[in-house]
């Protein structure tokens, strides 16, 4: 027993050192096989997570179940939220509710919050507030933060228990001082309202500014929706918005609501209803319900007449914050094919503009990329006023991946030279698929050129943001034809960074849909990314229900079918691949047979037939 102990030591030694690039999972495993709980936990949470092993959610869940089985209170209550979800696991509700309660008996109180949750929302037992909020109340009494925000919720909505103001916002203040941000958020609720306590809009500031400068990003919607108001502190519509679409990029639905408004109503930003209704759109798509029935009205409001004259001449590119000027800022209109940048005092000089609605994007190194319409005519000249982008390192480098095809934009273009020319180092050659990636770019101005025998040899600026990594698209034609601009398609997407997409995309074999491709090929459904693949066909699922198959005709004559996994969870083999609606869907990856990346070859079916990964949205 002894020695256990000591092992165990050692163990959680290494855990703690995050210079290590690589575990020794053979010792880790070793030793939760003999038994140590704590191995087994710390095992389990690297597949999880997947930084220093590859990710598998699966294994995980074995190594959590093994954990505790041995007697870690703390791993049953994992297991229970995998079970919950799905995750690693068949969907077990019952299940679910068991280990939690295991949990909870031995007194580990995140798994009391979370029977309570299943108690509250009627997720495997019958809804009962009444047990949640004891349940909530003994994760709070036992000194789980989140607990008292849970059973503060539960006390100021009066759900099983008598509405209690008062002892709400206690609760809500002790989950914010040991540090629940979602407690300071609504301990701020409350002081900005003036329930169960005195109204105190600069103590409520202070807390939701507490929040957001910590990431949590309730905590800057409020604090935009107090700059919006007034409320406390001086109006800042500018302000306000910036703070909407921070918490809406980083993925708060409710900021993404808020800012659709603020585009609605013209209210700190040019009233612009089409990017409104994108606002809504992803409000909808996060969630929230108010976001799904804005979208009606919007899109009503979308035609208006324009009787102006006027026609824009030049534009003006400005920090948000000073107004100085922002020069070598990208000014692009990509359905007119033009792009310019912008001078020394930020402006730009704007060709002769067809009749219409122009969108307009703009970037700059340090800035977020900003989007808007130009109307012609009916406008003057226009301003441009871009935010600051939030990251750790102004000076660190970015990445650039993308893809090379032909003037269809359809096959891609192999062993073109791909060369960043006002730079020293930069340069690569595509790959089979026409994919590339070029590592360690300096941020700033870059001119990337694309050369290939038999083709017009092409060179366009982007930019490289720091610390981050851009997708592009580019077309080569065999004749000197006018072609649309190098576009940069997305960001890069951090899910799919972190599993391994873009790599994937460079360095194997197989058929890849990336978010641009959704965008343009647009499929009504799932299946529809099968007749872009070659050697693979659909057979089945004609009818409701029928059981749907992905089939490979490289093997076997007859075809064999390939396994299904959505954000690395296995599906079963009747599964249906157009369950899940396309507009929810970040990617997809085909592989077949020999083809299938190392990492994934274990997963694939004993025939190794191939395997299909959909990566969704909300895994995102």
Not at 365 to 374: H, I, N, P, Q, R
Request: hydrophobic fraction near 35%; glycine fraction near 12%.
């Amino acid at each position: 027993m002894k020695t256990q102990a000591a092992l165990a030591l050692t163990l959680l030694a290494l855990w703690a050192t995050p210079a290590a690039a690589q575990i020794n999972v053979d010792l880790y495993q070793g030793a939760c096989d003999d038994g140590d709980a704590s191995a087994c936990g710390v095992l389990g949470l690297e597949f999880e997570v997947g930084e220093r092993v590859p990710r598998d959610i699966a294994r995980a869940a074995g190594l959590y179940g093994q954990a505790c089985e041995l007697g870690d209170m703390e791993a049953c209550t994992i297991l229970g939220s995998l079970y919950h979800t799905g995750q690693g696991v068949t969907r077990d509700l019952a299940r679910a509710v068991s280990l939690h309660e295991r949990a909870c008996d031995g007194g580990e109180m995140m798994g009391c919050e979370s029977l309570g949750r299943m108690h509250e929302t009627g997720s495997g037992v019958l809804q009962d507030y009444g047990r949640a909020a004891a349940l909530y109340r003994q994760a709070c009494e036992g000194n789980l933060p989140s607990g008292c925000n849970s059973f503060g919720m539960i006390l100021q909505q009066g759900l099983g228990v008598e509405p209690n103001p008062e002892s709400a916002l206690e609760r809500f203040a002790e989950a914010c001082d040991a540090g629940n941000l979602e407690g300071c958020v609504n301990l701020g609720v409350g002081y900005e309202r003036g329930e169960g306590i005195g109204q105190d809009p600069e103590a409520a500031y202070a807390l939701y500014e507490y929040a957001c400068d910590n990431a949590e990003m309730l905590g800057c919607v409020n604090l935009g929706s107090l700059h919006r108001t007034g409320t406390g502190v001086p109006q800042d519509l500018r302000l306000a918005v910036s703070l909407y679409r921070r918490a809406c990029d980083q993925g708060e639905p409710l900021g993404c609501f808020n800012l659709g408004v603020s585009y609605e109503g013209g209210v700190g930003v040019p009233q612009d209803v089409v990017t409104a209704i994108s606002q809504f759109q992803r409000a909808c798509a996060g969630g929230l319900t108010i976001g799904c029935e804005r979208l009606p009205t919007a899109a009503r409001e979308q035609s208006e007449p324009v009787d102006s004259s006027v026609v824009a001449t030049f534009g003006r590119v400005a920090d948000a914050e000073t107004e100085e000027p922002v020069r070598d800022a990208i000014i692009d209109m990509p359905e007119l094919g033009i792009r310019l940048l912008s001078d020394a005092n930020g402006l730009v000089d704007l060709p002769d503009l067809p009749t219409g609605r122009h969108l307009i994007r703009a970037e700059a190194v340090g800035y977020a990329v900003t989007e808007g319409y130009l109307r012609v005519p009916g406008e003057a000249d226009f301003l441009v006023l871009l935010e600051h982008d939030l990251v750790a390192d102004p000076g660190a480098p970015g990445r650039i991946v993308g893809r090379v095809t032909d003037e269809t934009g359809e096959v891609g273009l192999s062993d073109v030279d791909i060369n960043i020319i006002n730079r020293l180092t930069g340069r690569t050659i595509s790959n089979q698929q026409g994919r590339f990636g070029l590592e360690s770019i300096a941020p700033g101005l870059a001119e990337i050129r694309f050369q290939r025998i038999g083709y017009e040899p092409r060179t366009e600026t982007i930019i490289i943001q720091p610390g981050r990594t851009i997708e592009i698209a580019a077309m080569m034609s065999t004749d000197p034809i006018p072609l649309e601009p190098i576009r940069v398609v997305a960001v890069r997407s951090e899910y799919l960074e972190r599993n391994g997409f873009y790599d994937r995309a460079i360095r194997t074999w197989g058929t890849q849909f990336s978010p641009a491709d959704l965008q343009r090929l647009l499929p009504t459904q799932l299946s529809d990314l099968i007749y872009y693949t070659p050697g693979v066909v659909i057979e089945g699922g004609n009818l409701p229900g029928a059981p749907q198959k992905v089939m490979s005709r490289r093997r076997y004559g007859a075809g064999c079918q390939l396994d299904i996994y959505v954000d690395q969870v296995r599906q079963p083999p009747e599964y249906n691949l157009n369950e899940i609606p396309p507009m929810q869907v970040e990617a997809v990856e085909i592989f077949q047979g020999l083809d299938v990346p190392i990492q994934f070859q274990r997963r694939s079916s004993e025939t190794g037939c191939g395997i299909v990964l959909v990566w969704t949205k909300r895994g995102a």
